[in-house]
């Protein structure tokens, strides 16, 4: 399976952003999908997590209500939405995928699948 993320970029504070993780070799709606985000000097955070499709969705306390996690099985496509961005968002963000059964959803190491990457900076 390969990941691929995209769609990161520099904004100012308050803005939005989408970000796309496109998948090949294999269905994502089979698996958990998760969204995490290392800013320099810190450790690789989880920030959403979607079960397997149709399931829940779950949420950082830093993102709650600031960002959405979504998929698109038709086009084995997942985003994360974010909105008013704040500086502190600033990092490599990452989508993973992970057994539909995983459980320690927040745990970077439960995931076996990673895309490379894709920066996003928020300044003003």
């Known amino acids: 399976v390969q990941l691929q993320a995209s769609g990161g970029g520099l904004v100012q504070p308050g803005d939005s952003l989408r970000l796309s993780c496109a998948a090949s070799g294999s269905t994502l709606s089979s698996y958990t999908v998760a969204w995490f985000r290392q800013a320099p000097g810190k450790e690789r955070e989880g920030v959403s997590v979607?079960?397997?499709?149709?399931?829940?969705?779950y949420y950082s306390d830093s993102v709650k209500g600031r960002f959405t996690v979504s998929r698109d099985n038709a086009k084995n496509m997942a985003y994360l939405q974010m909105n008013n961005l704040k500086a502190d968002d600033t990092a490599v963000y990452y989508c993973a995928i992970g057994s539909p059964i995983l459980s320690a959803q927040w745990d970077s190491g439960m995931y076996y699948h990673w895309g490379q990457g894709t920066q996003v900076t928020v300044s003003s």
């Open positions: 979607s079960r397997r499709s149709g399931g829940r969705t």
